[in-house]
């Protein structure tokens, strides 16, 4: 069945400090996206990032890299040098391609709630 | 308005009133979802319109009704709720549900609290 873990239920980190949030996905599909999203206290959801499955380059945009690992399962987030503003719950999803049409629908994590001192 | 707007922000409710939850995208999509977060749950999926058709009900409580009158407006009518019910209430839309891998763009929510 198709499932993502997010181990890390919560995260504390001091401003300036490198973070990786860790997240495992299960699935039967052999085309499938991943997904990350950024959940600010005003709750919306905010779409940073989709992968697929055929594409395991890692990708770096400013601050932020993901580590796309296919063997593992896996599907890391990192924030380098991160900031006050990167506080926020983050969520990891899977979408499955061609499963029984449930194609397009999220799975969710249960999140990480990330906190950034300064 | 740009993006996904949802109304209203908030909402308090007696057991017995009727309310309805308002979304409308202005992203020319398709393909439009409502969830339900609440503290204990993960995200969880209940609705979803493609091209304006109910393609999903994940077993949702029939006190919840769904309603998309075009592919810009879903609406969420409630009824009869229970205080289990309060949550916060997103939508999200997408380009087109056939395509599988389209990211979903989420509204601000709804925060219910059923007393």
């Known amino acids: 069945a198709q499932k993502v873990t997010q181990a890390q239920t919560e995260i504390s980190v001091v401003e300036k400090e490198d973070v990786t949030l860790d997240c495992v996905y299960e699935?039967?599909?052999?085309?499938?996206?991943l997904f990350w999203y950024k959940q600010p206290p005003s709750g919306e959801l905010v779409f940073l990032i989709r992968?697929?499955?055929?594409?395991?380059q890692n990708e770096i945009s400013g601050r932020y890299s993901w580590n796309f690992q296919k063997s593992t399962s896996s599907f890391n987030f990192t924030i380098t040098a991160s900031q006050v503003v990167d506080s926020a719950v983050y969520f990891c999803?899977?979408?499955?391609?061609?499963?029984?049409?449930?194609?397009?629908?999220?799975?969710f994590g249960k999140g990480t709630k990330l906190s950034v001192k300064p | 308005e740009t993006g996904v707007t949802q109304t209203p922000r908030h909402l308090v409710m007696g057991m017995t009133n009727k309310k309805s939850l308002k979304c409308e995208q202005h992203l020319g999509h398709n393909a439009m979802y409502w969830y339900k977060q609440s503290a204990k749950k993960p995200l969880e999926l209940m609705f979803v319109y493609n091209f304006k058709e109910q393609t999903e009900n994940n077993s949702v409580p029939s006190r919840f009704s769904p309603e998309c009158p075009n592919s810009s407006h879903l609406f969420l009518h409630l009824h009869t709720l229970q205080p289990e019910d309060s949550a916060l209430y997103l939508c999200?839309?997408?380009?087109?549900?056939?395509?599988?891998?389209?990211?979903?763009?989420f509204g601000p929510g709804t925060r219910l609290t059923v007393l």
């Open positions: 992968r697929n499955s055929f594409d395991e």
């Open positions: 999803a899977l979408s499955e391609w061609d499963y029984g049409g449930s194609q397009g629908n999220l799975i």
């Open positions: 999200a839309s997408s380009q087109d549900k056939t395509s599988g891998g389209d990211e979903q763009f």
């Open positions: 699935t039967r599909d052999t085309t499938y996206y």
